[in-house]
């Protein structure tokens, strides 16, 4: 097994769960998700093993998650928003082939509605999105091989956007560029 056709990286509410099922439906691939496999090896939500155990031990739990999914999965996998604060994290995916999905504050606050369970948002999720995105941006575009930007888009705009950047990157001689956005935008 040579590892995920596709990882699907971004923050929080962009959509990555839904536009990677998407993507494994139309590639008649298996779709993982990270968070879905801590929550199974945990038994307990993403927010409850925040809320319980703390951050440094979500992210040791992702990073374990992300390795085994790295080595495992041959279909398309989406990764949690922070997984690539990890450098190793990032390390092992420039052997893969990674889209960023991105948007832009204002879409995240529209997605990212009051009493969603996403703990690093509890408190003032506009302006915490914002700090977020501005610490991780960098990082978001060092791992990827491309990026898809979401805003206004359906799932399944979305989902043929970053076909259409597999398609390019299959059909060049090392792939895209990091940071060149798919679609024209």
């Not at 949690?80 to 190793?88: E, F, K, Q, R, Y």
């Not at 879409?107 to 690093?120: F, I, Q, S, Y």
């Amino acid at each position: 097994m040579s590892g995920p056709l596709v990882v699907l990286i971004g923050p929080m509410g962009v959509g990555k769960s839904t536009v990677g099922q998407l993507l494994a439906e139309r590639l008649g691939v298996g779709y993982r998700d990270t968070d879905d496999d801590i929550v199974a090896e945990e038994g307990r939500s993403v927010a409850a093993v925040f809320a319980e155990r703390g951050e440094p031990y979500f992210r040791g739990v992702e990073k374990r998650a992300v390795r085994r999914a790295l080595a495992e999965h041959d279909g398309v996998l989406a990764l949690g928003g922070g997984a690539i604060l990890d450098a190793d994290t990032r390390a092992l995916l420039a052997a893969h082939p990674v889209v960023w999905l991105s948007m832009e504050a204002d879409e995240a606050a529209r997605r990212l509605a009051p009493g969603t369970a996403r703990p690093l948002l509890a408190a003032d999720p506009r302006r915490r999105w914002r700090e977020l995105m501005e610490a991780r941006r960098h990082f978001y575009r060092q791992a990827a091989a491309a990026r898809v930007a979401t805003d206004g888009r359906t799932p399944a705009e979305v989902a043929r956007a970053v076909l259409g950047t597999l398609a390019c990157r299959a059909g060049r001689p090392g792939g895209s560029r990091p940071g060149r956005t798919a679609g024209g935008l």
